[in-house]
């Protein structure tokens, strides 16, 4: 049984924080103890159970007893904070990382993921005796270790996955075929690992791969049944593959909410079995409501609680403050991950840098922040922090560019960061003052922070005198049944895109280089390219556009002449360029810093986390 004292259970999420050797770092310890102090039960993320079998490099192990001191001060750090510790045992399978010399490929088949990966070897009985052998020697280690619970990755698309998926396991043995023979595996390893160790165990199940052919809710549902007659706490019920479909292993912003909520509910319905919901639980309205609705179960929080620490803390009443919202865009966290630069937040900076400590400043200074972007927002939140005097000039709308990001389609959850912004800010009572701040408006403090942020660049073309910019997501009404030729195929020209599809404009984007899309998020870009070519987007890549004759728009690609016709309105995307005059006309009048967008054009977590850091030191 699992007893925690809520229900609510840190999701697992890699972080790549280790040392290359798979060991605990201080800065392991440092992340999970700020989110230690109000949940009921921490997962630290996937552990590899050898070192041959990582995702990432820098992936924690529970492969040796060497690795038990570390893992144990893990585990006391989230004790110290009240929580209980889950390890959570996974073997990737095919989807070990192709990338790390070493590595070794298993799997049901002997058949790559379609999207990229390593051939793996099809696993024979001795083979599959090994894996066996390497969830109940792991589980073993955290016992020692101090662990309170298990937790086996039976979903995902990972080794078990591969089993238990109709559309992966392709054998046909005694582990293929019908739902008894893919399970057999799966269920085998779960029986090995309960009958080794006594402690409760959860499995986590993917309850639709959310593929055709991949496994389907049915089957997740007689899984649950066997594992509830296999007695385990609790089936943690998330969706996608790894393989397939990471935006709902992810829970994109571009995925529906609330899928595996649904799934959860009936595999709890038809079986008995306790579960938990997982997935995009991050505002208190949604926690307090699946609270209820799962009343015999538990709730997981995975990013809600990488951007704001005290996120559970907040729902359960015991921590003030507007919580920090998680966006649902992966920008940070997985792409922090995929880089190899480890787990980071768009939207708290501190993610990545828990070892970085705000200090109160030694001497209290007035500050004048220009710009109210969340460069600036961020800025005078952290002077603040410190006990600076600080006041913010914005000369339109708190909040800048960023006002436009939620405004295309999938990206609605980005419109809760400027309203958090706005809230830290009253809270702080900082003065915000409404004007275009000019030089001599600021020469009387002791610093000036500079966010002036960016504007759209327009390239010299002739002839090109109407256009617009990505403001046009702000209008009343969107253009409608238009031919629209959008210059410029960055991530705001491919927004620009998304947004005017829906309304029946014909679209066609042009660009001097060829990867579409090239600063954005790599699912947002993904499936935003695929809704762009689903809807008969015309992309013309290398394309340098020349002139502009009324409705005719010429340009050269591969040197040849190339001619768009009929162009109602011309957008132009090509790219921003830093505002950063005031800083040049006060000189060396009164110490500054140029910050976000102004300093170097980036996007919105390079903006916050520049502005963090430049007001940790001031
Ligand atoms: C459509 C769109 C979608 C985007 N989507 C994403 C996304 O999904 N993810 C992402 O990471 N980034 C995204 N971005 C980029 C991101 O919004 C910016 O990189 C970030 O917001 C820059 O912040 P900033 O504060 O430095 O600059 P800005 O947002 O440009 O803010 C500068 C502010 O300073 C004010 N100002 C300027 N001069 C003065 C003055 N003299 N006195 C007073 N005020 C002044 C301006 O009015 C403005 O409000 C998007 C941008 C756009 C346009
Ligand atoms: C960067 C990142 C890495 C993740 N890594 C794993 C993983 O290795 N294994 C796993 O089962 N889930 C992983 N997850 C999924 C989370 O556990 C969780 O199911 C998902 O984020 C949805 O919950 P949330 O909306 O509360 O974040 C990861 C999520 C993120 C964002
Ligand atoms: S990077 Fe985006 S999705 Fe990831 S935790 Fe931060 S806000 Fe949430």
Redesign the pocket.
């Known amino acids: 049984m699992l007893d925690l004292r809520n229900p609510y259970i840190f999701a697992p999420i890699k972080t790549g924080y280790s040392d290359g050797d798979g060991r605990v770092t201080s800065h392991h310890l440092a992340y999970y103890r700020k989110r230690s102090r109000h949940v009921g039960a921490v997962t630290p993320e996937p552990f590899y159970l050898d070192a041959r079998l990582r995702e990432l490099p820098t992936q924690m192990g529970i492969d040796n007893e060497s690795k038990v001191p570390g893992l144990k001060s893990l585990v006391d750090g989230i004790h110290a904070g009240g929580a209980a510790a889950i390890a959570h045992l996974n073997h990737a399978g095919r989807m070990a990382n192709p990338k790390i010399p070493g590595n070794v490929f298993f799997s049901s088949t002997n058949r790559a993921c379609e999207t990229g990966g390593a051939q793996p070897t099809r696993m024979g009985k001795p083979e599959m005796d090994e894996v066996v052998d390497l969830f109940v020697a792991a589980a073993r280690i955290a016992v020692t270790s101090g662990f309170d619970a298990l937790e086996l990755q039976l979903g995902h698309g990972y080794l078990l996955a591969q089993f238990l998926s109709p559309m992966v396991n392709d054998r046909n043995d005694d582990y293929g075929g019908d739902f008894a023979g893919r399970s057999l595996f799966p269920l085998r390893v779960v029986d090995a690992v309960r009958d080794a160790v006594d402690l409760p165990l959860l499995v986590r199940i993917s309850g639709a791969e959310m593929v055709t052919g991949g496994i389907e809710i049915g089957e997740s549902v007689a899984l649950a049944r066997e594992l509830k007659s296999r007695d385990v706490a609790a089936v943690h019920v998330s969706a996608g593959t790894v393989c397939n479909t990471p935006p709902w292993f992810f829970q994109h912003m571009f995925v529906p909410i609330g899928k595996t909520w649904d799934m959860a509910e009936r595999i709890h319905r038809e079986t008995g079995v306790k579960v938990v919901a997982v997935g995009r639980i991050s505002d208190i309205t949604t926690a307090k409501t699946l609270e209820k609705r799962f009343a015999d179960g538990f709730l997981a929080v995975g990013r809600a609680l990488v951007a704001d620490p005290d996120f559970v803390g907040k729902v359960l009443g015991l921590v003030e403050g507007p919580v920090r919202p998680c966006l649902a865009?992966a920008?940070g966290c997985l792409g922090g991950v995929k880089s190899g630069h480890g787990l980071q937040c768009?939207v708290n900076p501190d993610v990545g840098r828990e070892l970085l400590m705000v200090e109160p400043a030694d001497n209290r200074r007035r500050v004048a922040v220009?710009?109210?972007?969340?460069?600036?927002m961020q800025a005078a939140i952290t002077l603040s922090d410190r006990g600076h005097e600080v006041d913010l000039?914005?000369?339109?709308?708190?909040?800048?560019?960023?006002n436009?990001?939620p405004?295309?389609p999938h990206?609605h959850s980005?419109d809760q960061l400027v309203p958090y912004f706005l809230e830290e800010l009253e809270l702080r009572k900082t003065r915000i003052i409404k004007?275009?701040?000019?030089a001599s408006d600021v020469l009387g403090y002791d610093a000036v922070v500079v966010?002036?942020?960016?504007?759209h660049r327009v390239p010299p073309i002739p002839g090109l005198e109407e256009y617009r910019w990505?403001a046009i997501?702000a209008d009343e009404e969107l253009p409608r049944d238009q031919h629209v030729l959008i210059i410029g195929g960055g991530?705001?020209g491919v927004?620009?895109a998304t947004a005017l599809i829906p309304v029946g404009n014909r679209v066609t984007i042009v660009k001097r280089t060829t990867d579409f899309g090239e600063d954005m998020?790599m699912i947002?870009k993904k499936l935003s390219l695929k809704i762009m070519k689903d809807s008969g987007v015309r992309f013309s890549d290398r394309t340098h556009v020349q002139r502009v004759d009324g409705h005719t728009v010429h340009a050269w690609r591969e040197e040849q002449p190339i001619v768009f016709e009929d162009v109602d309105m011309i957008v132009v995307t090509t790219g921003m360029t830093s505002?950063d005059d005031?800083a040049r006309e006060l000189g060396g009048a009164v110490p500054i810093w140029l910050?976000?967008?102004?300093k170097r054009?980036?996007?919105?977590?390079?903006?916050i986390a520049d502005a963090y850091l430049t007001c940790r030191e001031l």
Request: charged content about 15%.
């Open positions: 865009c920008e768009l220009v710009g109210g972007g969340l460069t600036g000039f914005e000369a339109e709308q708190l909040g800048g560019q960023f436009l990001a405004l295309t990206k980005m004007k275009r701040a000019v966010a002036t942020g960016s504007i990505a997501l991530l705001i927004e620009v998020e947002a505002v005031l910050v976000g967008d102004a054009v980036g996007n919105a977590q390079s903006a």
